[in-house]
Nanobody, 117 residues
């Protein structure tokens, strides 16, 4: 089992930045990839970013060039750096861990990100 705890959401003005953190505990050696999904009201859930245990990253087209994702092996934490934020980035962001099955097996509690002036 893998447990995930998120932090870092909040309210930011358009053009601002936020950093989300996702700390993993438990069977962390089994994790092959971690990332974030987001879901805004009345919209489908969207895969935002993912980083694999090999260091490969992938981003949704909507955030490419603005978001980056990185992992801190010592702290067992993955970070999502969100820059040049737009109102359409407003959503609940949920981190996940994939233990090699190609889909999320563990989820964080979700954190609200609101971009508004």
């Amino acid at each position: 089992q893998v447990q995930l705890v998120e932090s870092g959401g909040g309210l930011v003005q358009p053009g601002g930045s936020l950093r989300l953190s996702c700390a993993a505990s438990g069977s962390i050696g089994s994790i092959k990839a971690m990332g974030w999904y987001r879901q805004a009201p009345e919209k489908e859930r969207e895969l935002v970013a993912v980083v694999t245990s090999g260091g490969n990253t992938r981003f949704a087209d909507s955030v490419k060039g603005r978001f980056t994702i990185s992992g801190d092996v010592i702290r067992n934490t993955v970070y999502l750096y969100m820059n040049r934020l737009k109102p359409e980035d407003t959503a609940v962001y949920s981190c996940y861990a994939d233990r090699g099955l190609g889909y999320p097996q563990s989820w964080g509690q979700g954190t609200q990100v609101t971009i508004s002036s």
